[in-house]
């Protein structure tokens, strides 16, 4: 079966903190992606990855960061989180090959910034 | 990428067929049209994709007007845990889905 984990459901943290979201894929997809999701807004693109040490800036990259050091594994990085970022966080992947591929997506992690 | 429009909600009775218009007006020649779905908690699903065909697999049917501006997906004995988002996009190629607001689904016991 295959899979997109994330490393957290539920995580609560302060204002100000560093915060890494991690996600991790066992498909050997090349691609792979950060949305965040709020009530009346629906998903929006963060930033995406083609490839391993690449990264490509989606719709709100403002405040976040990615890593991408392994195939496997995308993350994302709050440098100073900010009450604006409580959100539900979802990572996704896919095999970037052909006019069409199916996002798998992961079950996401609700993210509280007190 | 070409936008779409939904209705903000719906209501199906269990055992019915499920309806979920959908409009692309501005869909251009090479751009699929995809359905998702997100069921409450969880991530979004992929359901069916089409291009110019009408397409059929496990889960759904997938309707496309002729001139494309427009397709409807059929969920054909809508069930309880069909209770969900689901999200019309039109894309081409294999990066960033843009997701819409989507419709809310409700099937009714």
């Known amino acids: 079966d295959v899979k997109v984990t994330q490393s957290s459901r539920y995580l609560v943290k302060r204002t100000g903190e560093k915060v890494f979201l991690e996600c991790v894929q066992d498909?050997?997809?090349?691609?792979m992606f950060w949305y965040r999701q709020d009530p009346g807004l629906g998903l929006r693109l963060i930033y995406f990855?083609?490839?391993?040490?690449?990264?490509e800036k989606g719709d709100i990259p403002e405040g976040y960061s990615v890593s991408r050091e392994k195939k496997e594994r995308f993350s994302l990085i709050l440098e100073s989180a900010s009450t604006n970022q409580t959100s539900m966080y979802l990572c996704?992947?896919?095999?970037?090959?052909?006019?069409?591929?199916?996002?798998?997506f992961g079950p996401g992690t609700r993210l509280t910034v007190l | 990428d070409a936008k779409t429009t939904q209705p903000t909600s719906m209501d199906c009775a269990e055992g019915r067929a499920a309806n979920l218009p959908c409009n692309h007006s501005?869909?251009?020649?090479?751009?699929?049209v995809y359905w998702y779905r997100q069921i409450h908690s969880q991530g979004p699903q992929y359901i069916i994709h089409?291009?110019?065909n009408n397409e059929t697999n496990e889960m759904a049917s997938l309707i496309i007007t002729e001139d494309r501006k427009s397709s409807t997906l059929i969920l054909p004995h809508a069930t309880l845990r069909d209770t969900a988002v689901y999200y019309c996009i039109v894309r081409v190629g294999h990066d960033k889905i843009i997701f819409g607001k989507g419709t809310r689904l409700h099937i009714l016991p």
């Open positions: 990855s083609y490839d391993v040490k690449m990264k």
């Open positions: 501005t869909i251009s020649g090479n751009e699929y």
């Open positions: 089409g291009l110019k």
């Open positions: 498909m050997d997809h090349e691609n």
């Open positions: 996704a992947s896919n095999s970037g090959t052909g006019v069409f591929d199916e996002q798998f």
